[in-house]
């Protein structure tokens, strides 16, 4: 039971280029959602989903995609990167409404 | 929108003594779920303690303990015996038991640096 995994772990990227950062849970966790970490800072909601096929908002999704097409995985992709981007990115998942699991982050520059 | 805050940017404390971390809130919501989290310097989120508003018990793990006191809005965590291991980022956070909206999500405080003095 790996529970929930991020890869990669640390990134390097150069204004507007794109990537995808992978989550995936091996839990059966319905709920899963991306937050980010800047400094100062609490972590805060990009996206989250309720189950597959099924994503919604947060707090800060603009710049930011998902779907979620298996309840496994969960990818977050950055669509044309931009220096305030970079952050430290946390996946969870959790079964409902009680406490969420986190992955164990990427570290995102983005130059 | 729900709100966390947490009023004291660091701690300090000599080990093995107590500490007590603060964390208030702001919502309009009868139910929902608060959560203390650490965050050591490996940067893994580790869950501490939870509780549901519906309870009236405070919650205890072990050294950890909260203090609910669901009218003042206010959940401050414990931590008696403090151990070298304690030393991390503690984050308060709310859950909301609905979904949809933005809602699905934890909202946290901006944290608590605590320092344990050997």
């Known amino acids: 039971n790996a529970g929930v995994t991020q890869t990669p772990k640390f990134q390097v990227l150069k204004t507007g280029q794109s990537m995808t950062l992978q989550c995936a849970q091996d839990?059966?966790?319905?709920?899963m959602s991306w937050y980010r970490q800047d400094p100062g800072m609490g972590l805060r909601l990009i996206h989250y989903?309720?189950?597959?096929?099924?994503?919604d908002q947060g707090e800060v999704p603009n710049g930011y995609n998902v779907s979620r097409s298996t309840t496994e995985d969960f990818p977050l992709r950055l669509l044309s990167a931009a220096p305030s981007q970079t952050s430290v990115y946390f996946c969870?998942?959790?079964?409902?409404?009680?406490?969420?699991?986190f992955g164990p982050g990427t570290r995102l520059t983005v130059t | 929108a729900q709100t966390v805050t947490q009023s004291q940017p660091e701690m300090s404390v000599q080990e093995a003594e107590t500490v007590t971390l603060s964390c208030t809130y702001d919502?309009?919501?009868?139910?929902?779920?608060l959560f203390w989290y650490k965050q050591p310097p490996s940067r893994q989120m580790i869950l501490v303690i939870r509780?549901?508003?519906?309870?009236?018990q405070n919650a205890t793990e072990n050294r950890f303990s909260v203090n609910f006191q669901k009218a003042a809005k206010s959940f401050s965590l414990k931590i008696s015996d403090s151990q070298l291991g304690d030393a991390a980022m503690y984050f308060c956070?709310?859950?909301?038991?609905?979904?949809?909206?933005?809602?699905?999500?934890?909202?946290f405080g901006k944290g608590t640096h605590l320092i344990i003095q050997p």
């Open positions: 919502t309009s919501e009868s139910d929902y779920y």
């Open positions: 509780q549901e508003a519906y309870k009236q």
């Open positions: 989903s309720v189950g597959a096929g099924i994503t």
């Open positions: 969870a998942s959790s079964y409902s409404r009680g406490e969420q699991y």
């Open positions: 956070a709310y859950r909301s038991p609905y979904s949809g909206g933005g809602a699905d999500g934890l909202t």
């Open positions: 839990m059966n966790h319905e709920y």
